[in-house]
């Protein structure tokens, strides 16, 4: 029987396409997982060419690659240029990020990332780290944890929801994912239990794993590390990542907030490659279906 592939990407020839690799330029692929990106972009490198690869997962050290082209980092990509200099790499032609949860995360149970399964309350990209889901539902007051909801899953009844698990817990601590399910389910009706579910375990998966300020950290840390023209090419898959990165590339912050010369020309360090957003045909929706939420952007450094 053929096992699983540890991770599908998305977009694979648009976002390889979006880097416009040079054969011997120097590449970075921060979110390395099953390193179905990095193999197509080494595809595309000369002799002199180089890659790096981000993964803070110690399962992912698994599909490292045997090429001496090739550098596996195992860290957050929060550490970018503090690796490159360890690296002697000053500059880079391209970044690559595939954000979000790998399709092999959300099949093992233990991992907690899925509400399919009665799996461990973790949810941690980095196993080693002291924060889990289950801690964070446990210790966080009912004001931070309305806020996670609110901000991170966009639960308008994220102070009940909050409400329901302080006084649930004080009872018994919450552990696994199904019987922290059953207390929040008379918060969602039949029809939308599934979806609004899935921002909750999104919301507590970003705030255990701080994935939106590591994503400003790298945003900003692009700015300095790519060179003139260099690529900066990242995949979403829901709207405050992509409204984070579309309003950085548009404008330099994170806000969106633009500001032009006396000419009236805009005022940012990057520029758009692809004005429109890429998003998966059905084709390959067919093929794999966590494309369907999948959004490219590609920038180029100024």
């Known amino acids: 029987m053929t096992e699983p592939a540890y991770h599908i990407p998305a977009l694979l020839n648009e976002t390889i396409e979006g880097l416009n690799i040079k054969p011997n330029g120097i590449y970075v692929d921060v979110t390395f997982g099953g390193g179905g990106h990095s193999r197509e972009i080494l595809s595309r490198l000369g002799e002199k060419g180089k890659l790096l690869g981000f993964d803070q997962d110690e399962e992912a050290i698994k599909n490292k690659i045997d090429d001496p082209r090739f550098v596996f980092v195992r860290s957050n990509f929060r550490y970018l240029k503090n690796f490159l200099r360890y690296h002697n790499i000053e500059k880079v032609d391209g970044i690559l990020a595939d954000l979000g949860v790998s399709s092999h995360h959300f099949d ?10 009665d799996g461990s309350l ?5 196993t080693k780290s002291a924060l889990t889901a289950a801690v964070l539902l446990n210790t966080y007051s009912e004001e931070k944890l309305a806020d996670v909801f609110y901000l991170y899953g966009e639960l308008r009844n994220s102070r009940k929801i909050a409400k329901t698990i302080v006084e649930a817990r004080a009872k018994s601590p919450f552990d696994r994912i199904f019987p922290f399910i059953e207390v929040l389910k008379p918060y969602f009706g039949r029809e ?3 979806k609004d579910m899935a921002r909750v375990f999104q919301a507590l998966r970003i705030e255990v794993n701080k994935e ?20 900066l090419v990242i995949l979403t898959y829901h709207s405050l990542e992509d409204r984070l990165v579309k309003n950085f590339i548009r404008s330099g912050n994170f806000e969106g907030k633009i500001e032009k010369d006396f000419f009236g020309n805009v005022l940012s360090p990057l520029k758009a490659v692809n004005t429109r957003v890429i998003i998966a045909d ?5 093929r794999n279906p966590r494309a ?6 590609i920038a180029t450094l100024l």
Not at 122 to 126: A, E, G, L
Not at 212 to 231: A, H, I
Request: glycine share 4%.
């Open 212 to 231: 939106m300020d590591v994503l400003k950290s790298l945003l900003e840390q692009s700015l300095e590390v790519l060179n003139p023209e260099g690529r």
């Open 292 to 297: 369907r939420s999948a959004k490219l952007r």
């Open 122 to 126: 973790d949810m941690r990209m980095n």
């Open 282 to 286: 059905d084709v390959e929706i067919a």
């Open 192 to 194: 939308s239990e599934k």
């Open 108 to 117: 093992e149970a233990e991992r907690g990332f899925s509400f399919r399964f």
